[in-house]
């Protein structure tokens, strides 16, 4: 067990700290997680519902502290209350949707009259998650959720920078008999998850695009499933005939949620040259009546990073703009006011792909807007990146624009607005395109199914052929 320190990004001090588990202490828990599945799966749904929504009981009465502790890690209160919300929200609606999604009736089919069949779920044993620091609930909990209602056990393991949810969660899961084992948290860094990734038999995680790499040779070693969410650059298109205020108010929102430490952030846009000097203009003049949250509470808009190093990689990505000819209209490098490290929303016009800012995630407030004349020069634009995970188009309606969405190399494209898939997260599924990730929807009520394998059960209730008959035996 080695100590953990943990940073405060509002005062930049370190006053908090946790014991990283050791691989043998994973190991325990793995196996204390896999004994007490066999009876979470065979107790069937009803029960599971039962206990999970015991358990979102749990969450409303005690959640008051998972937020504190979760508003000191992030030094967010309105989206920590969310993100608990959140949670509640994914209990009640995979519960709702699992006897549908999982329902197993038995079949005929014409071809072959006399079989009746079944095709069953069989839930993996244990299931790992490794999630990052951008929402910490949340991003441990999407695809744990639908792991447990679907009849798997869980093991967690939450960002090493954001820890402080874990202990009052903890405590949640241990108010509700028959849940303690089912669903554990594990603390610690990249040596713990490489840990549960060895002990799991599929792996989720939400992460960077280099650990998800590793993450996906350490499964394909142990020949284990790994379903990958991993980095974004999302683009909005802005057509000729686009309505200019919209977009601009549409696209800050999206930039600048959560100072824009957000995967599916619009981090690069396109503006049709009819329209980019005004579409620049509105978003200026739009940005500038937010402010900095100096304290929670305070009507402010935005926080500190979370994230320290964050700081020193925007810096970066905008000291190369600036050398290679781009212009920031507004906002501006990192600033550290008393420990906590601040970037202002920042505009920045004149770029092109040749800069780091356009085409490498930059996880912050930093929109950056090029000016195209065609729409093919937009699509290649917009298709010019590694990334896939989702995407804006604005247009003068929503056929325009989603004709042209239809080009996008990304798994959900807003159009006319921004995070829709978000937003529709049990109705409208995707999938991340490109290096944005691997493996099928985690939106969509069918996410429960990444979590089982399919065992068909087959009779047949006719003459079974003679062995006379070998050679017409039926393929
Ligand atoms: P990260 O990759 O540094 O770490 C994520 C998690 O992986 C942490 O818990 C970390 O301890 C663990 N880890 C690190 N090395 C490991 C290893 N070798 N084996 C096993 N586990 C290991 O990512 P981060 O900085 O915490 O998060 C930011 C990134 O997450 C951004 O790229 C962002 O786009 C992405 N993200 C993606 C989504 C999505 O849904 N696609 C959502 C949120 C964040």
Redesign the pocket.
């Given at each position: 067990m080695s100590a953990m320190e943990v940073r405060n990004p509002r005062t930049g001090q370190y006053d908090y700290s946790f014991y990283a588990a050791t691989a043998e202490e994973v190991g325990k828990m793995a196996d204390r997680a896999r004994a007490a599945q066999r009876q979470w799966a065979e107790r069937g749904l009803e029960y599971r519902t039962q206990v999970l929504m015991a358990w979102a009981d749990a969450l409303k009465t005690q959640g008051a502290d998972i937020v504190a502790a979760l508003s000191v890690d992030t030094a967010r209160t309105r989206i920590s209350e969310e993100e608990l919300d959140a949670v509640i929200h994914f209990i009640h609606g995979f519960c709702e949707a699992a006897p549908e999604v999982l329902a197993t009736p038995f079949r005929k089919v014409a071809s072959h009259p006399d079989v009746v069949f079944k095709v069953t779920y069989v839930p993996y044993s244990l299931v790992g998650v490794?999630?990052?620091?951008?929402?910490p609930l949340v991003?441990s909990f999407i695809d744990a959720i639908p792991a447990l209602v679907a009849g798997a056990a869980v093991i967690i393991?939450?960002?090493?920078?954001t820890p402080r949810f874990v202990e009052p969660l903890r405590k949640t899961i241990e108010a509700v008999p028959g849940l303690k084992d089912i669903l554990q948290l594990v603390q610690?860094?990249?040596s713990?998850?490489?840990a549960?990734?060895a002990k799991a038999d599929a792996v989720v995680?939400?992460?960077?695009?280099?650990?998800?790499r590793?993450?996906a040779v350490?499964a394909a070693e142990a020949f284990i499933p790994a379903f990958l969410?991993?980095?974004?650059k999302d683009a909005a298109v802005v057509l000729e005939g686009a309505d200019v205020e919209r977009a601009a108010t549409s696209i800050l929102r999206s930039a600048l949620y959560n100072s824009g430490q957000?995967?599916?952030a619009i981090e690069r846009v396109y503006a049709h040259a009819s329209l980019h000097d005004r579409l620049v203009e509105a978003m200026v003049r739009q940005a500038a009546t937010l402010k900095r949250s100096l304290a929670a509470g305070d009507g402010g808009h935005y926080g500190p990073m979370i994230?320290s190093r964050q700081g020193a990689i925007i810096d970066a990505q905008l000291d190369d703009a600036v050398a290679k000819g781009a212009r920031i209209v507004s906002g501006g490098k990192s600033q550290t006011v008393d420990g906590a490290v601040w970037i202002d929303p920042t505009i920045v016009v004149g770029v092109s792909h040749e800069m780091t800012l356009m085409t490498e995630?930059t996880?912050g407030p930093i929109v950056p807007v090029m000016k195209f004349s065609s729409e093919d020069e937009a699509e290649r634009l917009m298709n010019d990146s590694q990334f896939g995970?989702s995407g804006a188009v604005f247009g003068p309606d929503s056929h325009v624009a989603g004709n042209f969405a239809l080009k996008m190399e990304a798994g959900g494209v807003s159009i006319n607005d921004t995070e829709l898939p978000r937003v529709m997260m049990f109705d409208g599924e995707k999938t991340?395109f490109k290096q944005?990730?691997m493996g099928g929807s985690?939106y969509g009520a069918t996410s429960l199914l990444r979590y089982v394998r399919k065992r068909a059960l087959l009779a047949n209730e006719g003459a079974v052929p003679p062995l006379s008959k070998l050679e017409e035996t039926p393929l």
């Open positions: 490794i999630s990052p620091w951008n929402f991003l393991k939450p960002s090493e920078v610690g860094g990249a713990t998850g490489q549960l990734v995680f939400t992460g960077s695009i280099p650990t998800g590793k993450i350490a969410e991993l980095g974004g957000v995967c599916y994230f995630e996880f995970l991340a944005s990730g985690r």
